[in-house]
T-cell receptor
Framework: DGGITQSPKYLFRKEGQNVTLSCEQNLNHDAMYWYRQDPGQGLRLIYY???????QKGDIAEGYSVSREKKESFPLTVTSAQKNPTAFYLC?????????????FGDGTRLSIL | AQKVTQAQTEISVVEKEDVTLDCVYE???????LFWYKQPPSGELVFLIRRNSFDEQNEISGRYSWNFQKSTSSFNFTITASQVVDSAVYFC???????????FGPGTRLSVLP
């Protein structure tokens, strides 16, 4: 079945450590996105990528990095510079052509600090 | 700047009651799109509907209906004869122009009690 796969489902980070969240899609979507969700708040955009080898900062990119070497994959690295990384992270994808295509979401990764 | 407000943080209803979730948006653009997503306890966001700014027709899909009113900048969502499976967090979102930069509201947590 087509969809978006995020792994791991739960992730723990030690102080000063970088961690990478995986996101893979087989929907042949052009664009991919990373969002952060905190309790009681909506989703906030971290990074997005319209095409391979190109990505743009969202509203809260500081302390995060991404890469887009393949159309299917858009990993997110939470660096040690991100001082408050505990959150639920959602990856999404969509077609880019045309207007305002719905985004399809993965099941999310819950990141906690040890 | 674009903004989405969902004033109802949490709503509880008893099964079979009707419930309306409010969404108020702000945008300076004349072309924009509005979305509703459902986030069940499993975490992934499920796309429910997309509406463009030129189409104010209300829409009904089974027990779900949407009321779009540009005069009040609102895009409200009604669930008729609610069921326990409707329990989730519901997000309203907005994109301006023909972009893919989604702005999400803070969400409304709906609990449907048996």
């Amino acid at each position: 079945d087509g969809g978006i796969t995020q792994s791991p489902k739960y992730l723990f980070r030690k102080e000063g450590q970088n961690v990478t969240l995986s996101c893979e899609q087989n929907l042949n979507h052009d664009a991919m996105y990373w969002y952060r969700q905190d309790p009681g708040q909506g989703l906030r955009l971290i990074y997005y990528s319209q095409i391979v080898n190109d990505f743009q900062k969202g509203d809260i990119a500081e302390g995060y990095s991404v890469s887009r070497e393949k159309k299917e994959s858009f990993p997110l690295t939470v660096t040690s510079a991100q001082k408050n990384p505990t959150a639920f992270y959602l990856c999404a994808s969509s077609f880019w052509e045309g207007s305002n295509q719905p985004q399809h979401f993965g099941d999310g990764t819950r990141l906690s600090i040890l | 700047a674009q903004k989405v407000t969902q004033a109802q943080t949490e709503i509880s209803v008893v099964e079979k009651e009707d419930v309306t979730l409010d969404c108020v948006y702000e945008t300076r653009d004349t072309t924009y799109y509005l979305f509703w997503y459902k986030q069940p306890p499993s975490g992934e966001l499920v796309f429910l509907i997309r509406r463009n700014s030129f189409d104010e027709q209300n829409e009904i899909s089974g027990r779900y209906s949407w009321n779009f009113q540009k005069s009040t900048s609102s895009f409200n969502f009604t669930i008729t004869a609610s069921q326990v499976v409707d329990s989730a967090v519901y997000f309203c979102a907005l994109t301006e122009g023909y972009g893919q930069n989604f702005v999400f509201g803070p969400g409304t947590r709906l609990s449907v009690l048996p």
